[in-house]
C-alpha cells in the first residue's frame, strides 16, 4: 500500500476537520523511531504529542497490557470494580504535587478530565465561574473549548460556548506580557466581569502546551495560589501536556512552592493507551454525588495496566533526570545555533520540554519559517511539531527513551534544516 494511495483515500473517507498533519501511513513504531508503509524511517520528535514520555511499544508497557488482556478487557468500572484502578489512584494520590489527602478518578482524554476538573469544581463551590488564560489549551470538548484561549483553529465555527468562562493574558516576557501584566488584568476581571465570589476555579497550565512552551513564572503560580485562598477560588493545574516527567520532575508543579487543588493529567500517564484522571484534595472530590463522576469506558483496564507499568518504568530507568539532562542537550544545540540563525527569538522550556520561538528581521513572529523548518526536518526523516498562538514555535517532544545514537541524529538534521 502506497501513501499517495492513503492520503486519496483519507480525503474521500474522513472530514477535513480532522486535520492531519504528515502525508505518511504508520506502518510501525518502536521507541523513538516510526516506519512507514513504504518503509521510510522518521525520527519521532513528536512522541504522538507527548504520549510517548517511555516511547513506541516499551516492552514492560506491552508485556503489563498483554498480561492484562489475557485476564479481562473492560467491565465498566462502575458496575464491575477491579484492584488495579484503586492501586493506580493510591500511586497517583501519594506523588501527585500538594500535601493534603488526595483522591483520583479515571477518565479517557485530556479534555474529558478538564470537563470533569470543572464539574468537581463547581460542585465542591457551588459557584459558576472559572477563568483560564489566553494561549492556554484545554481540549476540544464545549467546556475545553471554551477555556481554550486560541480561536484558530480550535474554536472557529463552533459557538456559542458555555458561559461563565473568563481570560486573563498569560505571562509572556518575549510577547511583552510581564506577571504584573497578567495579574493586574486578572484584578481587573474581577472589577469588570465576574465577581470573584462566583469564581469557582482557576485552571493553567504550568508550561503551555500549544499556546508555545511558556513556561509559568514561580511568582505567576504563587500569586494565582494567593488569589484563590484570598476568595475561596479552586486552583486546577492542566498537567495533561507536561505530566509525568516531561518537565523533569514527574508533575510540573513540582518546580513551584505551592501546590493546585487539583490536577488533570492525560497523555503520557499510560503511554500511548487513552487515559486520563483529575487528582486532588480529598474533601474536593467528594463533592459530586455517587454517579456524577465517571463514564463508560472511564479508567480501562488495558490502559490502567499500561499506566502502572508506565510509573514502573519512569522511576526503573531513571527516565526523569535522563529527560532533564536531554533537555540541556537540546537546549545547548539550539543555543549554539543562534548566532547563525538570526530567526531564533527565544529557547525556552522546563527540563524536556523544550521550544524555540522564531521571528522575521521587523520581530514579528515567522510562522512561515516554522513550516520551513518542519517540512525540511520531515524530509530528512525527523518529526517536529510546531505550536505557539501565532504558530512561530517548534516544540521539542522525544521519548524520554530516545537512544543517544538516535537523539545526536535528530539534533543534526535539526541544526542542518535550520541552518540550510
Ligand atoms: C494542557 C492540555 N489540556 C488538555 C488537552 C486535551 O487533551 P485531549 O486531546 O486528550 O483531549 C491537551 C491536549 O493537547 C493539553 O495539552
Redesign the pocket.
Known sequence: MKNAELVRRKDAATPRGVGVMCNFYAERAENSEIWDVEGKRYIDFAAG?AVLNTGHRHPRLVEAIQRQLGRFTHTAYQIVPYASYVELAEKINQRAPGRSAKKTAFFT????A?ENAIKIARAATGRPGVIAFSGG????TMM?MALTGKVVPYKVGFGPFPGEVFHAPYPCALHGVSVDDSLKALQHLFKADVDPKRVAAIIF?PVQ??GGFNVAPPAFVKALRAVCDEHGILLIA?E??TGFGRTGRLFAMEHYEVAPDLT?M??SLAGGMPL?AVCGRAEVMDAPAPGGLGGTYAGNPLAVASALAVLDVLDGEQLIPRGAALGQRLVARLESLKSRVPQIAEVRGLGAMVAVEFRRADGSPDPEFTREVQNRALEQGLLLLSCGVYGNVIRFLFPLTIQDAVMDEGLDILADVLTR
Open positions: 504529542i482524554t485530556g479534555a474529558e478538564v489549551f484545554h481540549g476540544r475545553g497550565e502546551g500549544e492542566d495533561v501536556q488533570t492525560a497523555k486520563s
